[in-house]
């Protein structure tokens, strides 16, 4: 009896995509500032403190085909770019604090690293995955609300800089009531 192809093992797609780390003091540090919206909006989405990081590049479901490609692409954008410090500058929402859908911390970023990080990413991967049609904003996703809220006056809210010296592929493991999410690889800023 023939087994469907998608059905084999080898044939299994993986919800990936690539970011930044974050230290957990600062993922902490955010943490802490948004206490009070945490208890005001107990029903919204709260992404894990140990899921919080900022996303470069989504892929979405990629084939084991594509394994290969992706890693090489994202080692090469990787090599090209040098370390550089950040620091969370802020919380705001998407697609505004009046109608928010997101509760977001940003990431300063005012040399343009981590746009040229993601814009490397998207020209790297074009070939295989659509390019983002949203301008890239450097950030850590906090919640999530449905049906959309009022956050109108967020608390100011700046951490200590840290180190960007690396990104990591990871794996995306759908899970209730919060996804998993699996380093597979990590690659160092200039090597």
Same mark, same amino acid.
């Given at each position: 009896m023939?087994?469907?192809?998608?059905?084999? @093992?080898g044939?299994?797609? !993986?919800r990936? !995509?690539?970011a930044?780390?974050v230290?957990e003091?600062v993922?902490w540090?955010?943490?802490?500032?948004?206490?009070?919206?945490? @208890?005001? !909006?107990?029903s919204?989405r709260w992404? =894990?403190?140990?899921?919080q990081?900022?996303?470069?590049k989504f892929l979405?479901a990629t084939?084991?085909r594509?394994?290969?490609?992706?890693t090489e /692409?994202?080692e090469?954008v990787a090599? $090209? $770019?040098a370390?550089f410090?950040?620091?969370?500058d802020g919380? &705001?929402?998407? =697609?505004?604090e009046?109608? /928010? %859908?997101?509760?977001?911390?940003?990431l300063?970023?005012?040399?343009g %690293?981590?746009? &040229?990080l993601?814009?490397?990413?998207e020209? $790297?991967?074009? *070939?295989?995955?659509? =390019?983002e @049609?949203?301008?890239f904003t450097p950030?850590l996703t906090?919640?999530? +609300?449905e049906p959309?809220v *009022?956050l109108?006056?967020?608390?100011?809210l700046?951490?200590?800089? +840290?180190?960007?010296?690396r990104v990591?592929?990871f794996r995306?493991?759908? %899970? %209730?009531?919060?996804p998993v999410?699996?380093?597979?690889?990590t690659?160092?800023?200039? &090597?």
């Amino acid at each position: 009896m023939a087994r469907d192809r998608a059905s084999r @093992e080898g044939a299994k797609s !993986f919800r990936l !995509f690539v970011a930044v780390d974050v230290p957990e003091e600062v993922r902490w540090a955010v943490a802490s500032a948004v206490e009070p919206l945490r @208890e005001a !909006f107990s029903s919204a989405r709260w992404v =894990p403190i140990e899921n919080q990081h900022v996303t470069l590049k989504f892929l979405g479901a990629t084939g084991p085909r594509l394994m290969d490609r992706v890693t090489e /692409a994202v080692e090469d954008v990787a090599l $090209a $770019a040098a370390p550089f410090s950040t620091r969370v500058d802020g919380l &705001g929402a998407f =697609p505004n604090e009046r109608r /928010a %859908r997101v509760l977001w911390a940003g990431l300063a970023d005012p040399d343009g %690293r981590l746009v &040229g990080l993601a814009g490397a990413l998207e020209e $790297a991967l074009r *070939r295989d995955f659509p =390019p983002e @049609e949203r301008a890239f904003t450097p950030h850590l996703t906090v919640a999530r +609300f449905e049906p959309q809220v *009022r956050l109108e006056g967020l608390a100011a809210l700046t951490t200590d800089p +840290f180190e960007v010296d690396r990104v990591v592929l990871f794996r995306s493991h759908l %899970r %209730r009531p919060a996804p998993v999410y699996e380093p597979l690889a990590t690659f160092l800023l200039g &090597g």
